[in-house]
Structure formats: C-alpha cells, structure tokens
C-alpha cells in the first residue's frame, strides 16, 4: 500500500488541478494493479489518452460526451472509464456514475478497480463516504453536508436505473448483453440528460451481427450521436515479444506486416497467443483481437470459438 501523503499535503494548485482535470487526477491520484500484479499509477497508455482527447474537447466545449468503443480485449478500456467514472463523482458534487456489467464478476471487478483508486488516495483527498459496497459507493456524510455523489454497480436487467438522473452512464462488454436489449437500452436512455457534462459510453469487444454492431455501424455513418473508437491490438504498445535467433515468418504473417505495418516483435507476440492461447485457431484469435472493426465483426460472427 502506498503511503497517504500526508507528509506532503497537496498545494491548492494541486487541488484545482485535481478538481478540473481529468488527466492530472487520473495520473496522480489513481493506483491500478496492473498485469504483474503490481501496484502502480494509473499512467495512461495511447489508447486511453486518445479517448481521454476527445472528452477533453467535449468538457471545454460544453459538449455532451457520446462514446461507442470497440476494442480488442486487455487495452484498458473499462479501467480507463472506471477512472474517470471515479474522478467524476469523488471530485465532483452531486454526480451519479452508474455501470452496467454483463456478469455479476465483472461489475465486482470494477467495484474492486475503484476500491483501490479510494484506498490508494491521499487522505486529504478521500470524500466522506456513507456507503462503499459491489451495490455502490456513496460520496456523503452522514449529516448529508458532503459532496453527494454516488457510483453505483448493475448487473444487465429489464429496468436497470429506471427512474434515476445519471451523470455518467457506463455500458461495458454490451455485445453479449442477453435478454430484451432493444427494451433494456430503452430504459436506460432516458436516465441521463442532453446537457454539458454528461456520458454514455457502450464500449464491448465484439460479439457478431447483433444489435452492438447496429449500434456501431449507425454511428460511424454519423446516424447517431455517438462517436465511434476503434483499438486494435496492433496498437497497444504493451503487444510485442523478443525475436528468436532465426526467427522466420510464415506467408500469412508477411501479408499483416506488410497491410498493417507491423514489425517482428509485434508478429511474434500475435504468434504465440495464436499458438498458446487460442489453440493454433487464427480465427478464434482475431475474433478476440481484430485489427479492424471489419475483421472484429466477422471473426466474432463467424463462431470461431465453438
């Protein structure tokens, strides 16, 4: 655990900064548990600071954010909405961030994400909380005199948040969302208001022809209010492996290198997750981590992992 930083109290130029910043909060403040288990600041990788750009420009603007982002998996993108879901409502007075998960363990997972953003905050920073529970946690204090914001965890459901105001809407994996979806998003939509300052972010891994892919083919065609975001795999700084003496591509494997740039670092990483963790299936390994928005729908559609 990392000290709480009372040693060094925080100067009122850190406090604004925290307070209207975004990025400075969420690379100062915020501690994430990364891959080798190590607890580390929240650094942003190139993808999150992309996204990060874009709402940033919204803020400034006074525009409603509208994100739809499809993604490989493992990028960060739903630690990277959990952050600024986090900084959103502990910074901010009476602001609800609501997300909605597809499986109980994945809306506990972030529970636990913002469960060390709080823990890992210098004392001087932590809101006054009433309720911090995988239900929500409640910015307050008792005598109701605190910031009034809340972070509330879903599960996927018919009349999810009905009835609620949110600030921030946070729809994560929605691609194998089940049941009524067409009636669960109408429920939802209503629950946060056309005005600066306000989210809705769906952002999934892709899950074939389903309602997702309406959803993001709607708004690369500027049909809806959503801005797309793609990530491949093929631009996360983090997938690449060492070359072994004599390595030697195969033709399928000099075809991406030279469509998509790709150097040999970043064709031996994809060859060992193809060999080592999707069983030498290519297809089930594109369907995880496409490297176009074309090629995640195919793949995911096409069943490649029956």
């Not at 913002?114 to 911090?132: A, G, V």
């Not at 089930?284 to 029956?306: C, D, K, R």
Request: charged share 25%; net charge neutral.
């Amino acid at each position: 655990m990392r000290s709480s930083g009372n040693a060094n109290p925080l100067t009122a130029v850190d406090y604004e900064k925290t307070i209207f910043s975004p990025r400075w909060f969420m690379e100062n403040m915020l501690y994430i548990v990364d891959k080798k288990n190590r607890l580390e600041r929240f650094i942003l990788n190139e993808e999150q600071s992309r996204m990060l750009d874009h709402i940033e420009f919204c803020l400034a603007n006074d525009l409603p954010i509208r994100m739809i982002v499809l993604k490989a998996r493992q990028i960060g993108a739903t630690t990277f909405f959990a952050g600024l879901g986090f900084w959103f409502a502990a910074m901010n007075r009476n602001i609800t961030y609501g997300i909605v998960a597809h499986l109980l363990k994945s809306a506990e997972s972030i529970f636990q994400k913002c469960k060390i953003f709080y823990n890992n905050l210098p004392k001087e920073m932590q809101p006054s909380t009433t309720q911090m529970s995988s239900e929500g946690i409640t910015f307050d204090k008792k005598n109701g005199k605190g910031v009034n914001s809340k972070i509330q965890f879903a599960t996927v459901s018919e009349g999810v948040y009905r009835g609620q105001t949110l600030s921030f809407l946070h729809l994560t994996e929605c691609a194998f969302w089940e049941g009524n979806v067409q009636a669960i998003e109408n429920s939802l939509a209503p629950t946060v208001s056309i005005n600066p300052r306000t989210i809705i972010v769906r952002e999934s891994t892709a899950n074939g022809y389903n309602f997702f892919k309406d959803d993001w083919d709607r708004a690369v065609q500027g049909k809806s209010e959503y801005t797309p975001f793609f990530f491949g795999w093929q631009t996360h700084s983090e997938y690449r492996l060492p070359v072994p003496k004599g390595f030697e591509m195969t033709e399928k494997e000099i075809e991406l290198k030279n469509k998509f740039g790709l150097d040999e670092e970043q064709i031996m990483w994809r060859r060992y997750q193809v060999e080592n963790n999707y069983g030498g299936n290519d297809m089930w390994f594109q369907q995880e981590n496409p490297m176009t928005p074309e090629e995640a729908f195919v793949a995911s559609g096409a069943g490649a992992a029956a």
